[in-house]
């Protein structure tokens, strides 16, 4: 395959960045998306030109690193998939393949491809946790749990982090990833203790971080690789006012 991708590069925060051009051949269908974007940087360093930073850890859409806009759409043309995911067959010989980071005030670029979100390190570090004795872990059966409410605690607890919600939203709005953490805790028995210092105090840092308002537009979950449903914002919501009232 032949294809040219169109790749944002920026050399840092503060400098000012611009649209790429490179022709990349000798790629085939089986490649994945990180692999070709790896075959392109072998080719820069063949020509004694700076690579292309991007990021990325599992290539398992496990960790959430990878995440970049292609062609416009948050991790690609698939739904449900993250960018290490997605193979070079989800294109046609002769493609222009256009790159780009997120894009989010409070996800600024630090180089090419990779942005800053220790914001959302930020969110989780007010609460996305439960205060528990340390040492031997507890018999499984000891707390009782539904399976309806584990399977809802698990479908949020599905977030992986990797930002998509907030690139695509047009208010750069983080109420889904917040949210996805919070009811992920919240809405099990371990997480009752400290619900509603957690979500008053999750909610906090995600505003003074500088993330949009959220107005239920449902760009987030159509882009979320995990699938995870605006549900949770309303569940949020209401989990701020509860909180507001008994915390």
Known sequence: MQVTFKIWRQEGPKDKG???????????????????????????????????????????????QCGVFINGRAHGPHDNMTTCQLHMRSFKDGDTIVVEPWRAASFPVIKDLIVDRSAFDRIIEQGAFISAKTGT??????????????????????????????????NSSAALFTSAKINHLNGLPQGHAEEHKR????????????????????????????????????????????????G
């Open 18 to 64: 611009a649209i790429r051009a490179y022709e990349v051949d000798g790629l085939t269908e089986d490649m994945s998306f990180l692999e070709a974007l790896d075959h392109l940087n072998e080719l820069l360093v063949l020509k004694d030109e700076k690579v292309i930073a991007f990021e990325y850890d599992c290539r398992e859409g496990i960790c959430g």
């Open 137 to 170: 872990a507890p018999e499984a059966n000891a707390i009782p749990i539904p399976k309806e409410v584990s399977d809802r605690a698990m479908d949020a607890a599905a977030c992986i982090g990797c930002g998509a919600c907030v690139a695509t939203c047009k």
């Open 199 to 246: 979500v008053a105090e999750m909610t906090y840092q995600m505003e003074i971080e500088g993330f949009g308002s959220c107005t239920f537009t449902g760009a987030c979950e159509v882009e979320c690789p995990e699938g995870i449903s605006i549900i949770n914002i309303a569940e949020m919501n209401a989990r701020v006012t509860k909180s507001k009232v008994l």
